[in-house]
């Protein structure tokens, strides 16, 4: 029984709190004129009793009816009186209130600014967020008493630059001087077109306004450049992170063999359809644990491209040793095989490999700054696998031995260095590590059997640049195409910029042939 009472009392409690807004203003949401009705949320809304919310939210929701000259609040279960907040029967005949897209928009807006007095830090923020665009000139009495009472120092400068956009076209030519005053300082794309038309005459009466729209509008044009570079640079890091982990393996391979393979591009492709493979795994035996697809996939990326590359080694390129020409034709075939081997096992068609949920979304480091979690994680899983190539060639024996080989294979056989299994361990290691980059790819790329041309190409610019066997000019070269890359795409198009670049690397060579570091040994100085 007491029970029963306590939660009467709190029904009670809630239906009070729709009797607070004023009844006429009430009544006119369910005018014939839209005009009539956008008036009344405006005037509610600027008003911000309690219970307007519920209100309103219950017209977004189709909930609130109209019969004769009363309005009732319907949930699917309980009825309640819009105006006095009692219980009721929702009377036969009853109508909803109809709501097109231009008052749904006006109540997402009024419903924004009404969340801005919740008590949750969290629903004000998100709120605050919501009005940085499109915000009509009815909020700012609704925005200037938020900003008043808001304490946090995050939501506060939101709730200035909402204000702002709100009087920026009031009649007082003082109070647009300081609505554009603080808008200066957002640099957003929608600021710089708020404020462009106040530049001129026809949009502007007022000379000082003017002036200070233009100042502010040159303010954040540069801003808005710069952080298009600093965007520019952080998506050549990602680029750059992909290049490396191709070109680690290459480095290797070419650096130990001397060998051009020309099927290295597919063995990034058996990394990303790795992953593919994992996801489909995951969805259909563990669904509750598909987010941790990815971790299951690393390895198995790297032992079925080290496989590969392994077979690869032992059956063709063998034979090849000291036959570029041969080798590069070989390696060729192999590239095809390796294609029409995917197209039958996957299909001609690319296939869809997600995000991971913690792979999703992204750090606002600036309004018009963005960086992608999965290019974030990109970056970082690219510098743990240099590390630990890194720890394998000069901490650990077989990296000596493939030094040794690297740096004079003809010597390192007569100490005892057993040249031709270092060369099948160099092969997979550097065909394992080249799979890991296949499934960062599948993070930002298509999955499908050619993605690997794409990358071959620009993985040999890496070797050479960097130069032969050298993990820190692998580094080097990788990070500086990958930005370069997406900076001059920018600038000049993509074509462009991939010509631009070509010349470059050929005009380097030229100066430099041992690329950025150069090979140290006795043998490498002859």
């Known amino acids: 029984m007491k029970k029963r009472l306590l939660t009467l009392l709190l029904w009670a409690t809630s239906l009070g709190a729709l009797a607070a807004p004023d009844p006429a203003l009430v009544r006119q949401l369910a005018a014939d004129d839209n005009s009539d009705k956008i008036a ?165 009466s007022d000379e000082k306004v003017r002036a200070a729209a233009s100042a502010a509008l040159k303010s954040i044009e540069r801003s808005l450049a710069w952080m298009d570079t600093l965007a520019g640079v952080f998506s050549g890091l990602s680029l750059g992170s992909i290049l490396l982990l191709a070109a680690l393996g290459l480095a290797i391979t070419y650096g130990v063999m001397g060998i051009i393979n020309m099927a290295h591009g597919e063995l990034l492709m058996i990394g990303a359809y790795s992953a593919y493979a994992m996801q489909s795994l995951f969805r259909a035996y563990f669904p509750e644990q598909v987010d941790w697809y990815l971790p299951a996939a690393i390895p198995v990326a790297f032992f079925a491209a080290a496989a590969v590359g392994v077979l690869m080694e032992r059956t063709v390129i063998r034979w090849l040793y000291g036959r570029t020409l041969e080798t590069l034709l070989a390696t060729w075939g192999l590239s095809l095989i390796l294609i ?148 001059l795409e920018g600038w000049a198009g993509a074509v462009i910029a991939k010509i631009m670049i070509l010349v470059a690397i050929i005009i380097f060579i030229q100066k430099r042939p041992q690329g950025i570091f150069a090979l140290k040994g006795r043998f490498a100085d002859q």
Not at 160 to 176: E, G, I, K, S
Not at 340 to 348: H, K, S
Not at 402 to 428: H, K
């Open 40 to 204: 009344a949320i405006q005037q509610l809304t600027a008003a911000a009793e309690p219970g307007t919310g519920k209100l309103l939210q219950a017209m977004a929701d189709d909930s609130l009816y109209v019969a004769g000259d009363r309005l009732f609040v319907f949930d699917g279960e309980k009825t309640v009186d819009a105006l006095n907040g009692e219980a009721a029967e929702l009377p036969d005949g009853a109508e909803t209130i109809t709501v097109n897209n231009r008052l749904r928009g006006e109540l997402a807006n009024a419903l924004a600014a009404l969340k801005l007095f919740d008590a949750d830090r969290a629903v004000r923020l998100a709120a605050a967020r919501e009005l940085q665009s499109q915000v009509g000139a009815e909020l700012a009495g609704v925005l200037a008493k938020a900003r008043d009472q808001e304490q946090d120092a995050e939501i506060k400068p939101l709730l200035a630059l909402a204000h702002a956009q709100a009087t920026l076209q009031d009649a007082d030519p003082a109070v647009r001087l300081a609505a554009v005053n603080t808008l200066a300082e957002a640099a957003s794309p929608a600021v710089k077109s708020l404020l462009l038309p106040l530049t001129e005459a026809g949009g502007e």
């Open 340 to 487: 029409q081997a995917a197209r039958v096992l996957f299909g001609a068609q690319n296939v869809e490999v997600a995000n991971p949920s913690w792979m999703s979304g992204g750090v606002e480091l600036l309004p018009n700054l963005i960086l992608p979690w999965n290019r974030v994680i990109i970056i970082g899983f690219a510098l743990f696998v240099l590390f630990l190539v890194w720890v394998l060639m000069n901490k650990t024996r077989l990296g000596m031995f493939v030094r040794a080989v690297t740096q004079n294979r003809a010597m390192a056989g007569c100490v005892g260095v057993p040249t031709a299994r270092i060369d099948t361990m160099a092969f997979a290691l550097g065909a394992g590590i080249a799979g890991l980059g296949g499934v960062a790819l599948s993070q930002i790329s298509n999955v499908g059997p050619d993605m690997g041309q794409g990358y071959i190409v620009d993985s040999f610019m890496v070797v050479v640049v960097g130069g032969v066997g050298q993990l820190a000019g692998a580094v080097w070269a990788a990070l500086g195409l990958g930005i370069f890359s997406k900076l």
